[in-house]
């Protein structure tokens, strides 16, 4: 009996500890680019949070263009968010107040790029299409 305790403790740990968390700011100004999050492209493994931290006010988090299956998703403003990613492929989200100003950036869970033509058709506007062409180069290489 107190084998099977031990084994079912020591599993619920190792998945446990094995999640992480990725910590993303949601910026006005990084370097020479305005109204960016802190990375533009974030590979995670199925499990891990993503934690946008609203460390400039007037920025959100929202969805464009998900793996198929997964629901909305849209912060408040002004607010630290998070999202746990538990289905693999390509999350591509915007800035909703910045979207035209290239307020863009993806996660992608378990190096999963199936639905990379979808993100690559997603419409986007303003600044917003160089930055996504940026990021598609940069996956597709």
């Known amino acids: 009996m107190n084998k099977i305790l031990l084994v079912i403790t020591a ?3 190792t998945n446990t500890l094995s999640a992480a968390t990725v910590e993303i700011e949601m910026l006005n100004r990084l370097g020479k680019e305005s ?3 802190s990375e533009s492209i974030v590979n ?3 499990g891990d949070t993503v934690k946008w931290l609203a460390t400039t006010k007037g920025h959100n988090v929202q969805f464009l263009t998900t793996p198929e299956g997964v629901g909305a998703f849209r912060s408040k403003l002004n607010v630290d968010t998070e999202y746990t990613f538990t289905v693999p492929g390509i999350y591509l989200y915007q800035c909703t107040p ?3 100003m290239g307020m ?3 996660v992608v869970v378990d190096n ?3 639905n990379i033509e979808a993100i690559s058709s997603s419409k986007v506007a303003g ?3 160089g930055r996504l062409a ?8």
């Open 11 to 13: 599993l619920f740990f």
């Open 35 to 37: 109204m960016v999050y």
């Open 44 to 46: 995670i493994q199925s």
């Open 98 to 100: 910045h979207k035209n």
């Open 104 to 106: 863009i950036a993806v």
């Open 112 to 114: 999963n790029l199936d």
């Open 127 to 129: 600044k917003s299409k």
């Open 134 to 141: 940026k990021i598609i180069d940069t996956l597709s290489s």
